[in-house]
């Protein structure tokens, strides 16, 4: 094992960089490479919510994922695509390591919940020493801008993607289960009909932008449009706090 | 509604003063009193995680459980016992806002997530102003020094707390969801014996003390006796990662 090259996992919480922790900023600020992932064409979120910390002789790594857009995420094509990536993305970052650098992963949120940062840790793991700072989470930020209590006492909490299809959406939110649902995005529209079918509707707030100057948080119902980014949460109270 | 008493949640994180968020920082430094939980008897964590940030001339108040380790939770003597307690305890904090103070409440991990800082919260937030700052949770901390990627991509996270019944547990296991135990404490051998029903015991990993200096991490079958602290966590990989 080389032991000079090391990877750090970076949360960065959900967006205000208030909510950056110490020992993040730390990491930032004692690392040789700061690595970070956007889709082609865009600006990675993580690293405008660190960008007062990055010195101006730190080297870069933009990490893109592929255009996947017009394949379902379990459809063979994206698959092998999308691994092919995580595989070059992790030989660019293992170049760095094996030439003793320190390689920090900006990574939204926390950096082993439903991150990308996990498919680099999992490559390059057996070769590297790798730490990780965990994060404030994007469902933390939302619910403390609500000033939602979410989940308390024996209460379980399921934490679903709104990928799932909607008759599994149905029969998680049929379990009355105070809930978050992640990445909304595109899928709003089956979100939103998932919680009417199972009559869990009424208490939803929709959350975008959470902790963001921009944010915008309001009931589900009043969202009359169907136009949310990836990063969109719904969150669901179970019945103690249902409207 | 009174503009110059406030009342403020501080997540102060998993318990690595490291984890403490910028925003959590100011919070304490521009506080008039800080409030924390505690067991009577007992230190505050939360308190001696923050230690270093606190002012000499910052007033204190200490909110002390009552005793309850006799009753169940689901037990009449025991709700009405915490009810009032609660209720004991917005008034104290209500007395200061009243007088136009700033009051931070400590909170280990996040203050909405399984906190008692809620129960402050919803008593108080129709006559004062409050603010959440939302915390990394004790989980997140937990996964991160297991170095586990606990939830991915189309998985459903389920956070369950130690204390429902057994056949809950088997059932709830029995989905194959990613899980985390919260609150593992004396129900360490339920919690083992119900994942081991589950068919699930092999890929669980138990955390004690994450993120702080005397951490303890181990797969949970080698961990051969019952004593866990209250805040120890079981982590219970999905079919991806199990072993």
Same mark, same amino acid.
């Given at each position: ?13 959900? /967006? ?8 993040? =900023? ?40 592929? =255009? ?13 695509? =999308? ?6 993305? *992790?030989?660019?970052?293992? *170049? ?38 965990? /994060?404030?989470? /994007? ?6 801008? *609500? ?19 909607? /008759? ?64 969109? =949460? ?5 019945? *103690?706090?249902?409207?």
């Amino acid at each position: 094992m080389n032991t000079s090259g090391r990877l750090i996992g970076v949360g960065v919480g959900p /967006g205000d960089p208030g909510l950056l922790t110490l020992k993040a =900023i730390r990491a930032l600020e004692s690392a040789d490479v700061i690595a970070h992932f956007a889709k082609a064409g865009n600006l990675s979120n993580a690293r405008a919510i660190v960008e007062q910390y990055l010195r101006p002789e730190l080297q870069e790594l933009a990490l893109l994922y592929p =255009i996947t857009t017009e394949h379902a995420t379990d459809d063979p094509v994206y698959r092998n695509s =999308i691994r092919k990536f995580f595989d070059e993305a *992790a030989s660019a970052v293992a *170049a760095h390591l094996k030439a003793g650098r320190t390689v920090a992963v900006l990574s939204e949120g926390d950096p082993l919940f439903f991150g990308s940062y996990m498919h680099l840790h999992i490559r390059v793991m057996k070769d590297y020493p790798t730490e990780v700072i965990p /994060g404030v989470t /994007g469902m933390s930020g939302c619910w403390s801008a *609500a000033g939602l209590p979410l989940a308390q006492g024996d209460d379980v909490l399921t934490v679903l993607p709104a990928t799932l299809d909607e /008759g599994e959406l149905i029969r998680r939110f049929r379990q009355n289960d105070p809930s978050v649902v992640m990445k909304v995005g595109r899928h709003l529209a089956k979100v939103r009909r998932a919680l009417h079918s199972a009559q869990r509707l009424a208490g939803a707030i929709y959350v975008e932008r959470g902790t963001m100057d921009d944010q915008r948080l309001m009931p589900l119902v009043e969202k009359t449009d169907e136009a949310a980014p990836y990063f969109a =949460i719904v969150l669901v109270p179970g019945r *103690a706090w249902a409207a």
